[in-house]
């Protein structure tokens, strides 16, 4: 591991405190000021200033602004950083009770409770996140101070662009804490402060270690009255210098630092709030506010609950949170109480529109016009979310630590569970742990049911009844690619969700070969999370869309996707007959302890089943594009039979069982677990003119490093005749950073004076690779790079014998020809891709790109 060292560098430091808040009085005030939080200010300002790293006039102070004063200081901060960048936020934090987000409360905040909680005045977390990768900084480091902190965690996780950001936050996720008695700064900035204030350099490592084992040694405790830890997010290999300090003051107020005058801007500023940079690179599915491992109090003892709140923050401290959804509805309607509902991603948006019809149905209306129950729909990872009803429901009640932690990585423990196949539920109740605290009780029958069928593309769709409908999913993709050479199949990812999964039980088939049939999927890299995830790419490029298939649920060729459907290639369904289709399945959990309001809970989700399960529900269903459960399955839709879609086409598929579901699944992570390529590099004589550059050998071959991770295992054989011997090893094979496999190519790769013999070493780089993978389902690949002027050492019976040897070995050859013509019809190196499943690439062809794909698609990716 390095740090940076942002010493000498254009940094910035922008310190936000909200001590003094506008709106403090219910029902939609925050729940009072934060005194304590003006004590952070000037000494964190002066700490950071004295630390070494930043200069006096890169530190802006920000002391509760309003949300418009926050965005322009937080912008300004960004573009002007060019080395680190670091934001402090001190103030009331906020979760909603229904979309996973970490609020951050600025001045003029208020709360508008209710089943869907707004927060005016406050600024969503991943919008901040979001401003600040749009600086050139090289490193941004993020320091929160308030309530549910460390539900922040769970949106770095999913922020793709979050190499550069470093997180630090003082409490774990779904804690509200105490900001001390107003007279000192609050007890996490207090910690940081005596930490900043010490001689010597200090990393973001070191201040997340140390402050850690303060907040222990302090014996702090969160308003849970659970030990107070404070948490943090770094990639594993990155950190950064935040204090290189001299020593220590003297005095109290030695080294104070006066703030600086204001500084020009690098642009003018708009008057204006300014509109965030665009959000479509993040992940972000809706999840409800994570809750108490216990159910939540009556509705009665919410309001008294929020009362005694009001009236206590004269007599203790205040805590750094808002607290959400005490107060809503008319005055005469208590909150109702909430039911949580866990759903697999592709039916979130169908379980959401249902529960929203619920929530405003007769059946959810009292007599006086009040709500019985509100709905909170959120969906996780079909894979995680058996896994941790299975094995984790005792961490998923109470998180012991950040490595498992079910409430911050899925959402809060479930009241309703509507997974995609009846078969999840068996998986978790055929073998979940003995001492689990979650009870699943499923419904005998499904609420719905929609096939998975092979989107393809107009055009390239089979013409007959027959073909359309009952075949092998196998037999159709080879009729397709018969059709059309070039097409393409993509299907989303297995492990998130069920449709994929149930998709893949086909593509496997009997006997297939997962790895091949991985290999043979597209694109390179991971895949789409979700079905709509994926049918939103296609059309990112007209070429891919008009030539590829896609394995969905029936149902979205109706209801579509959030992007715009008229740009995308019209589609018609393939039925395949060996791939079981979506059985959404009503799961009832109950938690072990929690009885306060067992039976309020018990009757709220049956009668949220018994409207589900009914016309209100089948209606919802239908509308979404779902056909009827039982007998022919017809469409709940008839009136609206969507273009491509049969109304009925006799489809009588056995349910998806859970042997089949876990066979699959273990063999999609076996074939898409980390990769072994073997490079074979032609170093041979004639290779001398094709040697430099990032188009010569070693130059294609580092560029496709790109597509191998750290648990990939890969080596470089330098292919040419050296005594007895056929090639020698230029990397060993195992696991490399690609920095250091870089150097040892460059260090070792030469051209020999000395003739290739591909023939020799290709029969030895098939027995390697055999014997390394005979125990596993490992995606594994051989390349050979060559000018193809030792071709004809590879002809006659050597020529058979290595066809033959790549077929029983079964790992894929990537022929890269440095010559033009070489990969033509009848070519050594167009048989040896063919017979291998691999793929051929020469001078015709764009080597790099075509190389750095293949190569990916074996190996997990940098990460």
């Known amino acids: ?77 960004a573009e002007e950083a060019e080395g680190l960048l670091l934001l402090y936020f001190a103030g009331h934090g906020a979760i909603p009770s229904a979309g996973d987000e970490l609020f951050l409360q600025m001045r003029n905040a208020s709360v508008i409770a209710g089943g869907h909680a707004v927060f005016p005045g406050a600024e969503m977390f991943t919008t901040v996140l ?204 208590v909150p109702p109480l909430e039911l949580r509902v866990l759903t697999d991603p592709d039916l979130e948006a169908t379980v959401s529109a249902a529960a929203d019809a619920y929530l405003t149905s007769e059946a959810n209306t009292t007599g006086d016009g009040c709500r019985r129950s509100g709905i909170t729909v959120y969906s996780a990872g079909s894979a995680d979310a058996v896994t941790a009803l299975r094995h984790e429901s005792a961490a998923w009640h109470e998180p012991r630590n950040e490595d498992l932690n079910p409430q911050r990585d899925i959402g809060p423990q479930p009241d309703i569970w509507i997974p995609a196949s009846r078969a999840d539920a068996a998986r978790v109740t055929d073998d979940q742990d003995t001492d689990a605290l979650a009870r699943l009780t499923p419904d005998d029958r499904a609420l719905a049911y929609s096939p998975i069928v092979l989107a393809v593309p107009a055009k390239l769709a089979a013409a007959s009844l027959d073909e359309r409908v009952g075949g092998p999913l196998t037999g159709m993709l080879d009729a397709l690619r018969e059709r059309h050479e070039d097409a393409e199949v993509r299907r989303p990812d297995p492990e998130f969700a069920d449709a994929a999964l149930l998709a893949t039980i086909g593509l496997y088939g009997t006997g297939a070969d997962p790895g091949r049939v991985e290999q043979q999927l597209a694109p390179p890299g991971p895949p789409s999370p979700t079905a709509a995830d994926l049918l939103c790419a296609l059309p990112d490029d007209d070429a891919v869309d008009h030539r590829t298939a896609a394995l969905v649920p029936e149902f979205l060729m109706k209801s579509g996707v959030g992007c715009d459907r008229t740009t995308r290639s019209p589609r018609i369904a393939q039925y395949p007959g060996d791939v079981p289709g979506l059985e959404p399945v009503f799961v009832r959990v ?31 269903f239908g509308a979404a594009g779902f056909r009827a459960a039982t007998g022919d399955r017809p469409l709940l839709d008839a009136d609206e039979v969507p273009d491509g879609v049969l109304p009925a086409p006799s489809l009588l598929i056995e349910s ?21 390529v073997l490079f074979l590099l032609d170093s041979s004589g004639s290779m001398a003119g094709l040697w430099q550059g990032p188009s010569g050998g070693p130059g294609l071959l580092k560029q496709s490093l790109g597509g191998l991770g750290r648990r990939d295992a890969y ?55 055999a014997e390394r993978g005979a125990d596993d389902d490992r995606p594994q690949l051989i390349v050979l790079i060559t000018d193809d002027e030792d071709a004809g050492r590879l002809t006659g019976a050597r020529l058979d014998d290595v066809l033959s040897r790549a077929r029983l070995t079964n790992v894929p050859i990537t022929m890269v020809s440095l010559a033009s013509g070489g990969c033509a019809a009848g070519k050594p190196d167009a048989l040896i891709a063919v017979a291998s499943g691999g793929r051929c690439l020469d001078a015709d062809d764009e080597l790099g790109t075509g190389l750095s794909a293949e190569v990916a698609r074996t190996g997990t990716g940098e990460r």
């Not at 050139?136 to 308030?146: G, M, S, T």
């Not at 993040?282 to 108490?292: A, D, G, K, T, V």
């Not at 938690?591 to 529900?617: C, K, N, P, Q, V």
């Not at 054989?717 to 050296?722: E, S, Y």
């Open 1 to 77: 591991m390095t740090r940076f060292d942002p010493r000498g560098r254009v940094n910035r430091a922008l310190i936000v405190g909200v001590s003094t808040y506008d709106f403090t009085e219910p029902p939609h005030g925050v729940p009072g000021d934060l005194p304590a939080v003006e004590h952070n200010l000037d000494r964190l300002r002066d700490a950071l200033a004295r630390g070494g790293v930043f200069g006096a006039d890169e530190i802006t102070v920000e002391r509760s602004p309003s949300l418009d004063d926050f965005d322009r200081a937080l912008r300004t901060a």
């Open 130 to 333: 979001t401003w600040l990768a749009s600086s050139p900084a090289e490193r941004i480091v993020v320091i929160l101070d308030c309530c549910f902190a460390g539900n922040a965690a769970w949106i770095w996780e999913h922020f793709r662009d979050k190499r550069r950001v470093l997180l630090l936050m003082s409490v774990q996720a779904n804690h509200r804490t105490d900001a001390g008695d107003g007279g000192t700064p609050t007890p996490f900035t207090g910690e940081l402060l005596h930490l900043l204030d010490a001689p010597g350099e200090l990393g973001f490592r070191e201040v997340s270690d140390a402050l850690r084992k303060r907040m222990a040694k302090g014996r702090h405790e969160t308003l849970r009255k659970e030990p107070w830890t404070p948490q943090s997010r770094a990639e594993h290999d990155e950190d950064v210098l935040l204090s290189a300090r001299k020593e220590r003051p003297t005095g109290p107020d030695a080294g104070a630092v006066r703030p600086p005058e204001p500084r020009p801007s690098r642009q003018s500023r708009p008057s204006h709030r300014p509109h965030p940079p665009h959000l479509s690179h993040l992940s972000h599915p809706s999840r409800p506010e994570p809750s108490n491992p216990r159910p939540a109090p009556s509705p009665h003892r919410f309001l008294a609950t929020w009362i005694t709140a009001l009236l206590s923050l004269t007599a203790t401290g205040l805590g750094l949170c808002a607290l959400t959804g005490l107060v809503g509805g008319s005055a005469a309607c």
């Open 656 to 676: 998806a069982g859970r042997d089949a579901m876990e066979t699959a699944l273990r063999k999609y992570r076996d074939a898409r677990g980390p990769g072994r």
């Open 590 to 620: 109950r938690w072990e302890g929690a009885d306060r309001d067992r039976a309020a809970r018990d009757e709220a989700a049956e009668d949220f089943r018994t409207w589900l399960s009914g016309e209100g529900g089948g209606a919802a």
């Open 715 to 769: 080596g470089v054989w330098a292919v040419a005749d050296i005594g007895d011997r056929s090639y020698e090893t230029l990397l060993p094979f195992g696991p490399h950073s690609r920095r250091s496999a870089e150097a040892a190519i460059d260090a070792g790769a030469r051209v020999r004076d000395a003739e290739a013999d591909p023939y020799a070493a290709l029969v030895a780089a098939l027995d390697d690779m």
